[in-house]
């Protein structure tokens, strides 16, 4: 169903130089664990990187947005034209992304994976098989060809952001619906229920949120994609920017490029990159557990620990964003702290 490139296995973890990452970690004036996860931060990543000295100075931001149909089903507090407008605020500079991403000097790519924008817009890419899904309550979202092009929009744009030569790479999102959407494919695949995992997305009441439930749970059963692979899933009730990051997320692993993996929706796409090609796996690093509903369980399935929780919901890769000072301090630490030897300070007695 995609592309052969998408099961291609994902370069191994460098064990010399996570071993020799280890090593310093061990001769840094501080005791040993000091530093507590930042020290494990900087250990990974100089075995992703296969560098004595991990770096994360050059981190490109790409948000990709989609529309969805679902939204029909009343399942979202704002209309669907927020997802166009949204799009001409990021590359106009005025959403919290573009402001983060100019506070951080990353620069920032919108593409637009699957809206229902008829036009160019400008400061965006257009990378699309079709203007928005299909809604998934009467029918398949997407076809397979449309499944695999969004896919290879995801690759493009890391083949792109890969020509600045970057440390790592932040991928968000925007879509007004994709909670649902994500909801959706997380309790297929986790085989659970909707109450369980849908959240309040962009502010819906109790009400709204049994309702969103009760619509995702009558797709799940309506297609027969409880336990189903994730590319059938991903057709049935998947969204274009979800798989466009999803198919971004296994390119960067492919290129040795670990991704500060966003909140809830960027997760499920993860949890989907590592069922259908596991190899990516070790390249993922958690950024934040966010507001919303789900996303705990969703990072329980990945089996990972975030680095920040501040009750975030935005999406737009803003979570990763807040987080990747602390990837940055963690490099820095490793890479400039003195040794005791260098520093003459009497280390542990032996």
């Known amino acids: 169903m995609l592309p052969e490139w998408v099961y291609q296995e994902c370069p191994e973890i460098s064990a010399m130089h996570r071993e020799a990452a280890i090593a310093r970690q061990t001769q840094l004036t501080k005791p040993t664990g000091a530093l507590g996860r930042l020290e494990q931060l900087a250990i990974e990543l100089a075995g992703l990187q296969a560098t004595e000295s991990p770096r994360a ?51 920032l790519e919108v593409v637009d994976a699957g809206t229902l924008a008829q036009e160019q817009m400008a400061g965006v ?53 994709n909670t649902t959407v994500s909801a959706a494919i997380a309790a297929s695949l986790l085989g659970i229920s909707a109450e369980e995992i849908a959240g309040s997305g ?58 500060l993996i966003d909140g809830f929706i960027v997760s499920v796409a993860a949890l989907v990159a590592v069922q259908i090609n596991p190899s990516c796996r070790p390249f993922l690093l958690p950024s934040h557990q966010s507001a919303e509903q789900g996303h705990r369980l969703v990072l329980r399935a990945l089996n990972v620990q975030p680095l920040i929780s501040l009750d975030l919901r935005l999406g737009e890769g803003s979570g990763a964003a807040i987080a990747l000072p602390l990837v940055r301090s963690a490099c820095a630490l490793h890479n400039g702290m003195a040794t005791f030897a260098q520093a003459n300070v009497p280390d542990r007695p032996a």
């Open 57 to 107: 100075a050059r981190v490109p931001i790409i948000v990709f947005a989609g529309d969805h149909g679902i939204v029909a089903q009343g399942v979202s507090a704002y209309p669907q034209a927020v997802t166009i407008a949204m799009m001409a605020n990021f590359a106009s500079g005025g959403a919290a992304i573009s402001v983060l991403a100019r506070e951080l000097g990353s620069s």
């Open 125 to 177: 890419v257009t990378d699309k098989p079709r203007s928005g899904t299909r809604d998934f309550s009467e029918e398949a979202a997407l076809e397979p060809a449309e499944l695999a092009f969004a896919f290879a929009a995801g690759q493009r744009a890391v083949a792109r952001a890969e020509v600045g030569r970057p440390d790592l790479v932040i991928f968000g999102e925007m879509g007004i619906g």
């Open 202 to 259: 962009t502010g819906i009441d109790a009400a709204g949120r049994a309702h969103k439930a009760r619509v995702i749970d009558a797709a799940i059963a309506r297609h027969g994609i409880a336990g189903a692979s994730p590319e059938h899933i991903l057709c049935a009730v998947g969204g274009l920017e979800i798989a466009a990051i999803c198919g971004a997320i296994i390119a960067a692993a492919q290129r040795r490029l670990p991704v």
